[in-house]
């Protein structure tokens, strides 16, 4: 008679007089669905999982326990979503293997989710030895990916360091004479850590490009971008050392060789650093195409302020004035190339984030705009608030070039 509460009531009744009837699944499934579209989300799945738990072999009982975590999930209740993801594991998964894997693949991103990421680490190594040999390459990828995303922001010690971050901390001879204040520098990380963290993105990697599935690629793409901190990371460890000088005052042939030599080697890694993220801007994954571009404005600003920050040779007497001078201009014209290359990457960086509609990943670019355009508006305020049409996201961390 159009009467919810009426329904609701009878319902319970029949329950209750009848409990071992044929029509009490049928019973305690429908007033789930009332519950549902009375919005009353906690009676629905408590109903919902008495129903998959008491009547299993009901065609439809997985389908109502997977409803019942999915608002759960709603709801924000993590601990009823384990325990729900746990039963339809044990109820079901032997039937549907690829469903229990992404039902704990899932369980796994929300761990990491609420900021547990030691939980999540051990939850994504459970899986894999779990799942992980019947699994689809894209589960596989995003698995090893994440474990070693975990590991590596684990593996950085720094207090205050974003995640997905290069490790920097403060120059340890910051305190030394030098031509001005030096940039942050690479912080060795924990050696176990970060071994296994690459081990994880080489895995992903190889995953990804033996399935050949799109999507395990984009999602692989990321990890690619990882190995490339790495390498640049290593090559920042070394830093530049105070020239010895002469009674005259000039650099000894020994400083001389020497400053050349990690010029070199400087350089060089450098170039080998920007080539490794330039080959991720042609990736169909647009936020790591970003993420690549701001990394190159932000190493060759980095690099800019390295060489403008040299330490001063070991000049002692006032008269040696002009000598400081001289030598802090020579090396203020090496670095001014690679600022105005910064500020040129910036530019590029902050047009393509804004035509993607990619604005998070665009922060570096964005410090170096400004930087360079004190006067001007923030480059933040010129970037758009949404993505373009031709953009959508797949994932939380991918966003996928679509063809017009």
């Not at 993801?85 to 109820?91: C, D, E, G, I, P």
């Not at 990828?141 to 997905?164: F, H, P, R």
């Not at 105070?242 to 009674?247: H, L, R």
């Not at 480059?379 to 758009?384: V, Y």
Request: hydrophobic share 45%; glycine share 6%; with cysteine.
């Amino acid at each position: 008679g159009g009467s919810v509460s009426a329904a609701i009531t009878l319902y319970k009744q029949l329950e209750r007089e009848f409990p071992s009837d044929r029509a009490v699944p049928r019973v305690v499934a429908r007033r789930a669905q009332i519950y549902m579209r009375l919005a009353w989300y906690d009676e629905a799945a408590d109903d919902l999982e008495t129903y998959a738990t008491k009547w299993a072999a009901e065609k439809d009982a997985y389908d109502a326990l997977e409803e019942a975590i999915s608002l759960r999930a709603a709801l924000g209740d993590d601990d009823a979503v384990a325990k729900d993801v746990a039963r339809w594991v044990k109820l079901f998964g032997a039937r549907k293997p690829q469903e229990a894997a992404r039902a704990e693949l899932m369980l796994a991103y929300r761990t990491r989710e609420r900021g547990k990421p030691d939980e999540a680490m051990e939850a994504f190594r459970t899986w894999i030895k779990r799942h992980g040999g019947r699994a689809d390459r894209p589960q596989l990828v995003a698995a090893y990916a994440a474990i070693g995303e975990l590991a590596w922001d684990a593996s950085c010690k720094v207090k205050g360091t974003a995640k997905g971050a290069l490790c920097l901390a403060p120059s340890r001879t910051a305190s030394a004479p030098r031509c001005g204040k030096p940039p942050l520098v690479a912080v060795a990380r924990d050696a176990a850590l970060a071994r296994e963290a690459q081990k994880a993105f080489q895995t992903a990697i190889r995953a990804a490009e033996s399935s050949h599935d799109e999507y395990a690629l984009l999602a692989a793409a990321k990890a690619r971008l990882y190995l490339v901190d790495a390498k640049v990371e290593v090559g920042m460890t070394q830093e530049l050392k105070a020239s010895a000088v002469d009674a005259s005052g000039h650099m000894t042939p020994a400083s001389q060789k020497e400053l050349m030599a990690w010029f070199d080697a400087w350089q060089a890694q450098l170039g080998q650093a920007v080539r490794g993220y330039e080959e991720l801007l042609r990736q169909n994954n647009v936020r790591v195409a970003v993420l690549a571009s701001a990394r190159i404005a932000w190493l060759q600003q980095h690099a800019a302020d390295t060489v403008a920050s040299a330490p001063l040779p070991a000049w002692k007497k006032p008269e040696r004035e002009e000598l400081r001078t001289a030598y802090c201009d020579a090396l203020g014209q090496h670095a001014e190339v690679l600022n105005t290359r910064a500020k040129e990457t910036a530019d590029v960086c902050l047009k393509v984030g804004g035509d993607v509609g990619v604005i998070e990943e665009t922060a570096p670019c964005v410090a170096v705009f400004d930087r360079h355009n004190p006067g001007a508006a923030g480059a933040g305020e010129r970037l758009p608030a949404a993505a373009w049409p031709r953009v959508r996201d797949v994932e939380p961390a991918i966003r996928y070039r679509v063809t017009p």
